[in-house]
């Protein structure tokens, strides 16, 4: 068997909240809660879990999505159409912006915990 990341945990103020939130933008769902997690599971079979812990304890992480032109319309409507700020860049100096990396489309917003989540149509260096 080869190497595959089965699942993550992602600390949040509100587990329910942020898996809503990730599932909605994303089109998947969330999964019923198990123990302290609340799980969303992407196409490739990785579960992010996500678990709510103190504020001052999230160290916010970068997570990036793959997806299609089309599943990148339907997000990126979602983003705009809820006032959720998103940036083209990580460093977030280009404010309600795109970029076209590689060829493709992509965007940087926060989740409710302040992880930087990111959708993107192409791989980098693809």
């Keep these: 068997m080869s190497v595959q990341l089965n699942h993550t945990i992602v600390h949040s103020l509100?587990?329910?909240?942020?898996?809503?939130?990730?599932a909605?933008?994303?089109?998947?769902?969330?999964?019923?809660?198990?123990?302290?997690?609340?799980?969303?599971?992407?196409?490739?079979?990785?579960t992010l879990d996500f678990a709510t812990i103190p504020?001052?304890?999230?160290?916010?992480?970068?997570?990036?999505?793959?997806?299609?032109?089309?599943?990148?319309?339907?997000?990126?409507e979602k983003i705009r159409a809820s006032g959720v700020e998103f940036f083209a860049d990580p460093h977030q100096k280009h404010p309600g912006e795109i970029n076209h990396n590689d060829g493709g489309r992509g965007v940087y917003f926060l989740d409710p915990a302040g992880h930087a989540m990111e959708i993107i149509t192409r791989p980098y260096g693809g």
């Design 55 to 76: 504020a001052e304890s999230i160290t916010p992480q970068h997570y990036a999505f793959l997806i299609s032109e089309e599943e990148f319309d339907s997000a990126f």
């Design 14 to 22: 509100d587990n329910k909240e942020s898996a809503a939130f990730l």
């Design 24 to 46: 909605d933008i994303l089109g998947l769902e969330v999964g019923p809660e198990w123990g302290p997690f609340v799980p969303v599971s992407t196409g490739n079979g990785v």
